[in-house]
């Protein structure tokens, strides 16, 4: 363990989004993963005998024998923890979350409860990284700060929008298809999702249309359907987006296979979106592919009709739509405010 690392802590360790997080922070170049939280009734346990691991490649075997601990903010001060990853439902998160940025931590979280509040960044790297300049207006560093990472569906859109914004964005057409993982674990009954398809996910639709305009600060009219399919990993989204400016399909192929992000950030891939022109591309069976795993945004199928661009997207959810989000939002963090020195 190098002193130089980051200590980190992560809530929700159990579900979906939280093994992500063990598995990316189990071997962090930056942080150092010291303590993993879940409900009361896992304390005490391993995490391995707790954990339902649903990632297709093997569990970390440095976790193994780690036990799950309780919430306790005194116990994680004194263990220097400073940054606490979230993944908590969205019920219980805004008063930790908030508890936990008052005594000084800085919270990365995927809940959407404290999203939509103001100085709180919904930051994607890629798309918006001047929301950072938000965070001394929470009190950062005379207290702790909380920034959230978008909903699956809309970081997916807001990656693929990013490097097209600057053509003006006057209407957004999306529906999306989205994998079983997305509900969490355990999440949709068996006999509800096998072989079906549900029209509806609650709330959904209605973060895709707010969340888009606060990330990428644009005010164009938004039109969301987002249905669940099954498919166990990756959200599969087909657009249509209407800009102020005459834009050709070779003008989106061009920026996107252009567009750089951050590459130098450890969980950052070095292309953050890979196009394909082949006409089957991309599928969910792809959602881990890429280096770091599940952290690229992969688009196709571009076409224009009238003044509209579509494109189809697949955006890994509980990898880039989540935790990894949050670990990239974290390399973004510590760097702009010095914690690496
Ligand atoms: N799944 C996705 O694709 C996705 C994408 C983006 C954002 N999100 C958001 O990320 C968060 C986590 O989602 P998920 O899919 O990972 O959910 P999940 O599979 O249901 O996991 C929830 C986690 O929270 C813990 N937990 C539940 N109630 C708790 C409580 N009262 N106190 C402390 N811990 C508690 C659970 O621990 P136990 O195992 O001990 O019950 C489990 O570790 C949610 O806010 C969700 O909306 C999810």
Known sequence: ???????????????????????????????NLTAVI????????????????????????????????????????????????????????????KDLRGRGFNVFSNAASLRYEKNIPILIPEANPEQLDWVPSQGYPTIGSVVTNANCATTGLAV??????????????????????????PGLSALDISGNVIPYIGGEEEKVEKEIK?????????????????????????????????????????????????????????????????????????????EPRGMVVYTGRVKKQARKIGFVLLVNNIVKGAAGGSIQNAELFAEKFGLRK
Not at 160 to 171: F, N, S
Request: hydrophobic letters at 45%.
């Open 38 to 97: 879940a409900s009361e009734r896992r304390v005490g346990h391993t995490y391995s005998e707790s954990v339902h691991w649903l990632l297709p490649f093997d569990f970390p075997p440095e976790l193994h024998d780690v036990r799950i601990q309780a919430y306790d903010p005194d116990a994680l001060k004194a263990m220097d923890v400073r940054f606490v990853f979230s993944a908590l439902p969205a019920e219980v998160a805004s008063d930790i979350e």
């Open 214 to 290: 606060k990330i990428l600060d644009i005010n164009p009219a938004v039109y969301a359907y987002c249905i669940r399919v099954p498919v166990i990993f990756g959200h599969m989204e087909s657009v249509w987006v209407e800009f102020e400016q005459e834009v050709d399909v070779e003008d989106v192929i061009r920026d996107w296979n252009e567009f750089k992000g951050f590459p130098h950030l450890p969980s950052s891939p070095v292309q953050p979106i890979v196009y394909s022109d082949e006409v089957r591309f991309p599928q969910s069976k792809l959602a881990f592919w890429g």
């Open 160 to 185: 693929a929008l990013a490097p097209l914004k600057k053509y003006g964005i006057k209407e957004i057409s999306v529906s999306s298809y989205q994998s079983i993982s997305g509900a969490g674990y």
């Open 1 to 31: 363990m190098s002193n130089k690392k980051i200590n980190v802590a992560v809530l929700g360790a159990t579900g979906a989004v939280g093994q992500v997080f063990t598995w990316m922070l189990s071997r962090h170049p930056w942080f």
